[in-house]
Nanobody
Framework: QVQLVESGGGLVQAGGSLRLSCAAS????????MGWFRQAPGKEREFVTG????????SYADSVKGRFTISRDNVKNTVALQMNSLKPEDTAVYYC?????????????????WGQGTQVTDSS
């Protein structure tokens, strides 16, 4: 069983940047697609971005296209989310998740493992 641990969240002003990291342990995640989801207070968890098992294919929610970039390092067993030009509406808990498929998808019900989340908060 894989354990996923997110880190890198914090307070950031609108327009600022943060880089979230997801470290996997217990086994490799290199065979599976990974995704980032987020959940704001009072809202459902929503898809942010996903990356295929080799990193060749990525997908993004319209709300973050051009601002966020997902990447992975299969040697280090990590996934990262670079967030630029942050907006107040990006405030949420961000979760790293694994889907046992080679391609990512935006439906959280298909994901099998996730971490405890890391909080990103607009400080403006």
């Amino acid at each position: 069983q894989v354990q996923l641990v997110e880190s890198g969240g914090g307070l950031v002003q609108a327009g600022g940047s943060l880089r979230l990291s997801c470290a996997a342990s217990g086994r490799t995640v290199s065979l599976y697609a990974m995704g980032w989801f987020r959940q704001a207070p009072g809202k459902e968890r929503e898809f942010v971005t996903g990356i295929s098992w080799r990193g060749y294919t990525t997908s993004y929610a319209d709300s973050v296209k051009g601002r966020f970039t997902i990447s992975r390092d299969n040697v280090k067993n990590t996934v990262a989310l670079q967030m630029n030009s942050l907006k107040p509406e990006d405030t949420a808990v961000y979760y790293c998740e694994e889907v046992q498929s080679q391609r990512p998808n935006e439906y959280e019900r298909n994901y099998d493992y996730w971490g405890q989340g890391t909080q990103v908060t607009d400080s403006s």
